[in-house]
């Protein structure tokens, strides 16, 4: 396993029994994103996908300062970003598709087979809240400074917050503020709001508490939480019609998984079941 | 009317003017559901929808421990779940359209032509949240256990709580948590996050509650409300502009009615309105 | 300018750079609405989204007692609403076409290129939900008396509260029992559930609260203001993946803009950028 | 089985193995409807849906002349719009309910998991063409006369030909011309339009060659008919990507069916395969 | 009347009792658009779409030549088409509104209120099939010449046709080939395809045909027909459920109509039916 | 370029300026699929996608008698369908996770920005249709022999077929007939409902009708072309103000291209314009 998971920016654990960790590891840089960085990334969520001995995923950032400033924008101002003498179409088709894939290494996020939780400390700009809407569970430490940073760059964030924050659950009033003025905003309206749903005094808290998190969904059955995961999802972007219908067929093989009688079982004699590898 | 609303495991009364009550009526199982008791639930919903004596209806649980301990899990499995000899593809047709119909049941409440409060008290489960997440208000006395049960049954939940908690304005982060983690979850907590919008001491506090408000929509135009409550449904599915198109075909004709007239009056003359039934 | 914005019943005035002020001026009706006051607010609205000399919007309400009592019933009354001895289709279809006319109005809103804050204070009933629904961020006064009033003359709100409260980010339950109830709600409730982001002493401390954050707005790129509330609103009513692919090519062509590169030579030199009007 | 399926205005036989014939048994009026029939016809759809002796249902019209007149007009101008004394939001209310449940008993072929295909013959007006939108497959005779009719009685049509006929694959400039003449269209016509995909010398003939494709259908395994029913309507509503993800986890448990083994090794073998009934 | 509809570019008629023709005058320039005219057609569509003594609309374009060869290229070439030195972003923001402007004025056609029926004959190119594709009923003559020929000009068509045409129950196949090569295509291949719904030998046939039809519709009621279009352009674009349920709320009201009773009457006593105006 | 487009199972070449023909080369098991094929083919794709020397691509199969037999059953039944000891949960979820990433490979042919011409020959079953959906437009032989062929190995055909066949602009009643009961169809059929556009004598004529269309589609401004599929893609799925809105702001950016100018001077100038490279 060392080899599987060997990257460059990233650290990658297994804190407990099948709770992975992948820290963020360019603290010299405040975990600023390079190109690089995003394609590792989404290489690494898609082998937790799959990996047997994975059944939840937490994300921190390396170092005291930063979960990650966000983009490298020094690094990405000296590549798609500097003039260029070509067309203007020419110019948005390629950044069209550049955006397209980076996306999509976020994205892998959400299509991640298992749930993924996110720990927020110190400063968690631009990208760190793009991958944040696209986690399960968003913790902060008490000295998150969280922003929307991307209009003091000149641009309409475009790697997911402004589409899924209006689906999280916050206030749309608050989402608006903070998207339009990038204001900082810290744990305590972070919590009042929704956006996160713990607030922590460290980070060692910060990532104790994910673990005990991560932990107990790792102890359930790892198809009743592939499920859970999808459908919750799914649902969130569809009329409840689509939900329930998609639903239906979903278990419609599930439910003949052995997992609900060892569940059931357990649950009736009082032990705790152990599950099959998914 | 006391032969029409005439259930083993359900208490229909009218507690007020125009307020119907459907207590579950099981105790001595914790309320538990089996089969026979979603179809009636269904039936009583639906001839409430159509009871021109009822503008309103409360749902609450008999017995001081639980609204509902959720589905009667040992009963359940000694139906569909037992093992069978048959092929995957036939129980998995067998279990979807077992699934429809039971989502459809619990859906009878979001289609019912009446607001519906539910009461939450003690242990509240599983199919309780199914139930109350299609239910238009949530009460939750101070002694409530919350917990979406399924995953610790094997399975994510189908009949409608993972397709409607995404859209209850409930902060997602902490939606996923309760839904991946089965943890129970208490009144303040409940309160907090908007999954309900009142807590109050104890059970009958709760149905006092209830009582009052279903009384106050009561007193209102039954054209009104009926629209009120379909037209929020309908929107929270669909983009705005669908939301809005609906809307204004529906009181094209809604708004001929004479309660329109018969609520300025009242208002301009301080007085209260009566209405015809709908 | 001050012909351009010159209204019988409202007040267009430029308190900061960049930042446009509408006070709805009928305080001897409670600002309460008659047709030719809808129509001249989305004439206003639609000039200040063109005009380059407005960056942000504030609405507030003339005199201390409202910000709108709502639709003025009795003048309404004397309209569309009187008897009228024509077919129930015909009058169906003048009043379906009557009521997309103004909700296209209040739209406008949300179409305007420019954020829109909305200051309640006093009576803000009925129209006035419909306009804060569609406006970008709320603020209230600690004497505000919110109510989503219309149930209360007979009628299923249509100008959009019933389409966009669901979507606001509040708590489903709470939704809809204001909505049914027609119930008054005031600043800390309104604060709670994330109807308003911040309450404040009174209607003085609202509009400089509401100057702050135009003025913070106004401050940014205007390219990527005018993207970034485009997308929250496109995402909101969308699948996440349709937000994702409308972001790509929204900024494949608007990230070729200058402001870009001056907002980052402007933060990298710790200097305020200045941007070309929009 | 007789008892069964046993109905005052429909003949119901098993003209093939597998293969059920519904004739619609009103002669005498030109086989048009009356409430009593089509709750009867939704009732036997259910059934047959059910009914494992059952893989392929035929629709058909006794009689010589007619397969439907469409709806006993006389008869409902008895009942739901005869002139009333009450509120028109009241009677708006109740028409409301009425449509969606006879909308229901129509959409109970759509939902039926089985094909079902229709033999047009004679007068064929209405609700006659909204069945047929809601069948799988359609056969007409040469003598057929094919009319949207409502118009011709004053009103939109409101079963389902003006949702379903868009999506039929016709041209929408020849399915606007025929919803809004209510002209008669004949067997070449709809043959070249796409409405139908046989058109054949007689009833005699239609009947055989819906027997001919109904039994083709039966010989088929029925766990991939059933999929293949279901996938195709709801693809049909939905963006290429809601299909095809709901394509993936339908087939995740169906595939695990013994019908494939079946399937595949009676091909290797040229033998015809047998399937377990559904 | 005459003043009412008096454009420079446009011929406003009678024709027969309660249909318009609105004929494109610009013959000199094969009936070319420059942008004074799409706000005039605009203009004109929507009074006719409120104008009681219309109940259809004919489209036709003046001289032998053509329909119309599309925008007026060396006109739009001298305005927003032309070099500037503004910023891309502040360009594609006023390229982005004016495109919605134009687009608005063409989608008039569907949203108005009575049916639309287009006579191609000659040249019929680029914004000649964006209207066409926006009309309900569309018919050519045997010299037509069609092309989606926007490719030929460097950019993708922006009008409706690529939105509209793949709804249009034409091959997709086909659509495709049209659009992608901008080749011209004729009567047969538009009938055979399904673009249009009659092919006649000149534009006099073509003109009298539309009356035959437009004629036809005005005969039956206005209520109906007027929810027949809706009907079927919003069923168009929704899933089967939504059309359903829009469908049950329009009927609700719309069906209390005089219409109906009088439509029954007259049929039952083998009479033309009259109809009030709309 | 010969080393790039090296595979062992398909044959790569450019026959013509900017067109890239792709042949299937299996033509000893009917061309045949193994799971490398489909991901060597999507690998494939997704270079010409990327590829400036390639402006529009030719999908045919090698060998005179099949463009495809489909999915090569035989070694399939050795794969992921042979009996296994696992859990069905576990099962549905790799067979779910494989499907996806199959289906993600077909749809690259509707990502590829460059369009997609199928010429069908002989044999063309189950896959070869899944493809020939995903493709732009399709031509078909006298002596092809169509077959949606997977009900008949007992399963709901899952790579695409029954996704995009109901949005192919075919009659839906013949759609349904060929998908239910996996009976073959031939050139003519195939041509009138509109499956395919072309119908040539034989597979050498077959690409020379893709080869003269691709040329001149490649003949075209690119930039036109991209968005010109992406749009008609886009808009199939998606309700027509959806469309409208997205091309909106593509043409916002993509007008900006120095292709208008070469296009529009060509044209007045009567000469073939050249573009840049995409």
Redesign the interface.
């Known amino acids: 396993m060392p080899d599987t998971y060997n990257y460059e920016y990233f650290n990658v654990t297994f804190p407990a029994e099948f709770v992975a960790q992948v820290e963020i590891n360019r603290p010299e840089k405040l975990n600023a994103f390079i190109q690089k960085m995003w394609l590792n990334f989404s290489a690494i969520i898609k082998k937790l996908s799959l990996d047997p001995d994975c059944r939840a995923v937490i994300i921190s950032g390396a170092g005291p300062r930063a979960f990650t400033a966000g983009l490298d924008?020094?690094a990405a101002?000296q590549g798609t970003?500097k003039k260029s003498d070509?067309?203007?179409?020419?110019?948005?088709?390629k950044?069209?598709e550049s955006?397209?894939e980076f996306?999509d290494c976020i994205?892998d996020i959400?299509r991640c087979?298992k749930?993924v939780i996110i720990v927020y400390h110190g400063i968690s700009y631009g990208l760190g809240i793009d991958m944040g809407v696209a986690c399960?569970?968003?913790i902060a430490t008490k000295d998150v400074r969280l922003s929307v940073k991307?209009?003091?760059?000149?641009?309409?964030?475009?790697i997911?917050t402004?589409?899924?924050?209006?689906?999280?659950?916050?206030?749309?009033?608050?989402?608006?503020?903070v998207?339009?003025?990038?204001?900082e905003f810290y744990a305590d309206e972070a919590l009042r709001?929704?956006?996160?749903?713990h607030v922590v005094e460290n980070k060692e808290a910060g990532i104790k508490k994910a673990i005990e998190?991560a932990s107990?969904?790792a102890s359930?059955?790892p198809?009743?939480?592939?499920?859970?995961?999808e459908?919750?999802n799914?649902?969130?972007?569809?009329?409840?019609?689509?939900?329930?219908?998609?639903?239906?067929?979903?278990?419609?093989?599930?439910?003949?998984?052995?997992?609900?009688?060892?569940?059931?079982l357990s649950?009736?004699q009082k032990r705790k079941?152990t599950?099959?590898k998914?």
């Open positions: 924008v020094q101002s970003l070509t067309d203007v179409a020419r110019k948005a088709r950044t069209r955006i397209i996306q994205t959400e087979g749930p399960d569970i968003r991307e209009v003091d760059i000149g641009l309409a964030a475009d997911g402004l589409t899924r924050l209006p689906k999280s659950g916050c206030s749309f009033s608050w989402v608006k503020e998207a339009l003025t990038a204001r709001v929704g956006f996160v749903s998190i107990l969904i359930k059955s198809v009743a939480v592939y499920g859970t995961k459908l919750l799914w649902s969130r972007d569809r009329p409840v019609d689509d939900g329930l219908k998609y639903t239906a067929i979903w278990n419609a093989g599930m439910i003949q998984t052995s997992d609900v009688e060892r569940a059931m649950g009736l079941p599950f099959e998914l």
